[in-house]
Structures are given as C-alpha cells and as structure tokens.
Nanobody, 114 residues
Framework: QVQLVESGGGLVQPGGSLRLSCRTS????????MGWYRQAPGKQRELVAG???????KYTDSVKGRFTISRDNAKNTAYLQMNSLKPEDTAVYYC????????WGKGTLVTVSS
C-alpha cells in the first residue's frame, strides 16, 4: 500500500494563497497519473486537479486559472498551488492516484475565511 502524506493546509483569508504538498512512498510514482481531491463538509469528494505521468494537467471548472498542479518525480511528490482562494474552496484536500486507489491519506484542511 502506497503511503500518501498531504501537508500545507491552513487558515487563509479570501484572495490568499497556499501550496499543498503530497509525498508518496512509491518508487513507481513517476508512472502514475496523480490527482488532488477535496471534500467539503456535507459534500462528496471531488477531483479538482490531475496530472499525467507526462505532465498533462486538467482542472475542474471552479478552480481553472487559480490552481496549478505539478509534480517532482525525483521526490515522489505532487503539489497544488492555490491562488485567489475563495470561501467555497474550504475543504479537506487529499492526493491520490487518478483514478484513486481504494485507500486515502489523512488529507490537509484548507479553511478560507476572513
């Protein structure tokens, strides 16, 4: 089972920025498409950004132009740069393969509030 360790969340004001990191334990990381997912209170988990092994990215419409997903294969790590944050971005953020394995890390909480 691959370990997924998310970090970088916190409390930020609307319009602010955060950078999330996802460290994995897999030496096969370079071959996986990876995704950042989020789950807001009372809502289902959703994929917000994905990146293929070749570096092609995709985003859900609500974060396009504000979030940027990237990866460092040498560090087995994926990142999510989040700019112009809005209160509706408040959620627990998780990383996983895209499509996801059937297990998840603990996630990192992002709270956007004034």
């Amino acid at each position: 089972q691959v370990q997924l360790v998310e970090s970088g969340g916190g409390l930020v004001q609307p319009g602010g920025s955060l950078r999330l990191s996802c460290r994995t334990s897999s030496s096969m990381f370079v071959f996986y498409a990876m995704g950042w997912y989020r789950q807001a209170p009372g809502k289902q988990r959703e994929l917000v950004a994905g990146i293929t092994s070749a570096g092609t990215t995709k985003y859900t419409d609500s974060v396009k132009g504000r979030f940027t997903i990237s990866r460092d294969n040498a560090k087995n790590t994926a990142y999510l740069q989040m700019n112009s944050l809005k209160p509706e971005d408040t959620a627990v953020y998780y990383c996983n393969r895209d499509p996801p394995w059937d297990y998840w890390g603990k996630g990192t909480l992002v709270t956007v509030s004034s």
